[in-house]
């Protein structure tokens, strides 16, 4: 818990988690099979995904793209937040980490019809989905390396008014060092490449592991 939302405040982090209560059943179940099928423990943190789904609803989202499934969690998330005749397009690099999020997905009462997964390498992939556009909300949360170029697909693709938000942007605390790290490195330039864009306004929710918030202005 003290992870994921105020790692030095672990009484705030027992507040919020007692108040808000972001992982239910379902959720709790999802990151447990992902656990027990070897899947690396980088899900998308609690709190970080009660953003995404609070997002989706405030901004009236019904077709959104998540880059990045693994099991489904924030996959789930977002769909919670969709209206409509509401659609989730995901990508995936591996397929084993595909087979279990459909098996998460269908748990979490979504049909075929509600979310579509995409196979392998999402950079080779993306276009498939480009006549499914404009989007109101794009998630990255994928390979750091790919960051900025899944940005520019994502600004030809979303509409004005629309959202990219991208997870781990404060570098698991490293963000603002200087450092020959490459991880980190792609994601401060991520950061200062989404902020200078005069297209967006951006802003970054400060969790523990930073969600990068961007808007299309125009």
């Known amino acids: 818990m003290e992870k994921e939302l105020g790692q030095n405040s672990p009484d705030i982090a027992k507040y919020f988690d007692k108040l808000l209560q972001p992982e239910d ?5 999802i990151r447990e099979r992902a656990i027990e099928n070897g899947l690396p423990d980088i899900q998308v943190a609690r709190y970080d995904a009660r953003h ?3 997002i989706a609803r405030a901004m009236g989202v019904s077709k959104a793209v998540e880059i990045g499934t693994l099991s489904g969690y924030s996959g789930v998330t977002i769909l919670r937040g969709l209206i409509g005749d509401k659609k989730l397009y995901t990508f995936e690099l591996s397929e084993k980490h595909a087979e279990l999020a459909r098996e998460c997905f269908t748990l979490a009462g979504y049909k075929n019809n509600e979310v579509e997964i995409f196979v392998g390498p999402a950079l080779e992939n993306l276009d498939k989905i ?5 989007f ?3 998630f990255i949360d994928a390979d750091k390396a790919n960051y900025v170029n899944y940005f520019k697909w994502a600004k030809k693709n979303l509409k004005v008014g629309g959202a990219v938000l991208a997870d781990n942007t404060f570098a698991w605390g490293n963000i603002s060092k200087d450092t020959s790290d490459e991880t980190v490195m792609a994601l401060q330039a991520y950061n200062m490449f989404v902020a200078s864009d005069s297209d967006f306004r951006t802003t970054i ?3 523990s592991e930073g969600l990068t918030f961007s ?3 125009k």
């Open 25 to 29: 059943e379902i959720l709790r179940s």
């Open 52 to 54: 995404l789904e609070v």
């Open 130 to 134: 480009t006549t499914k556009g404009p």
């Open 136 to 138: 109101d909300l794009i």
């Open 205 to 207: 929710i400060p969790t």
């Open 215 to 217: 808007v299309r202005v």
